[in-house]
């Protein structure tokens, strides 16, 4: 399984590609606190999250299928 996303550093939407992950998988984002902010029940292999509601900061995407947990880092920068 394989998780890219990008731009990275983000100030409005963040494109998700997934790879071979399941189309009934459900994305989390969580803070550098460990609160989770969002969930999303994703679509397919290709999706955008729009996250310019978040404050500036670390953020964790978490995808969950039935079998794999995939991470990655972000960061969001605020908007000019």
């Not at 997934?18 to 902010?37: C, D, E, M, P, T």
């Amino acid at each position: 399984p394989d998780l890219k996303i990008y731009p990275n550093p983000v100030s409005n939407n963040l494109y998700v590609h997934s790879g071979n992950i399941g189309k009934n998988s459900v994305w989390y984002i969580f803070n550098s606190f460990g609160q989770q902010l969002m969930k999303i029940k994703t679509a397919g292999q290709h999706n955008v999250i729009n996250v310019k509601e978040l404050p500036p900061g670390l953020y964790i995407l978490l995808l969950q299928d039935e079998n794999n947990i995939l991470t990655e880092k972000f960061i969001k920068v605020g908007t000019p």
